[in-house]
Nanobody, 119 residues
Framework: QVQLVESGGGLVQAGGSLTLSCAVV?????????MGWYRQAPGKQRESVAT???????NYGDAVKGRFIISRDNTRKTVSLQMNNLSPEDTGVYYC????????????WGPGTQVTVSS
């Protein structure tokens, strides 16, 4: 397992932009394959926003395609999420997740960072 720390959340107006960052601050970084961002809005289930593999393959949720960009720096052990053209529907707690290549290393989650988009 690794320890993840997110940053960059906050309050932004609709149409604005925010960039979230997640750093692996401890643990076996080389045991991680996929890193990603997930979000959970009040009263809703957690959903996948974007993921990126060690090799750079990216996947985006349908709701954010064309607006969000995920990137990864394996040297700095960070993953970022650039969020553009934000809407109130993007409001929620955003969590960073690290998935290992396989067992026995478990998935790791960050504590989350709040993103609030005002209309």
């Amino acid at each position: 397992q690794v320890q993840l720390v997110e940053s960059g959340g906050g309050l932004v107006q609709a149409g604005g932009s925010l960039t979230l960052s997640c750093a692996v601050v401890s643990g076996n970084f080389f045991g991680i394959n996929t890193m990603g961002w997930y979000r959970q809005a009040p009263g809703k289930q957690r959903e996948s926003v974007a993921t990126i593999t060690r090799g750079g393959t990216k996947n985006y949720g349908d709701a954010v395609k064309g607006r969000f960009i995920i990137s990864r720096d394996n040297t700095r052990k960070t993953v970022s999420l650039q969020m553009n053209n934000l809407s109130p529907e993007d409001t929620g707690v955003y969590y960073c997740k690290a998935e290992p290549w396989g067992p026995p290393m478990p998935d790791s989650w960050g504590p989350g960072t709040q993103v609030t988009v005002s209309s």
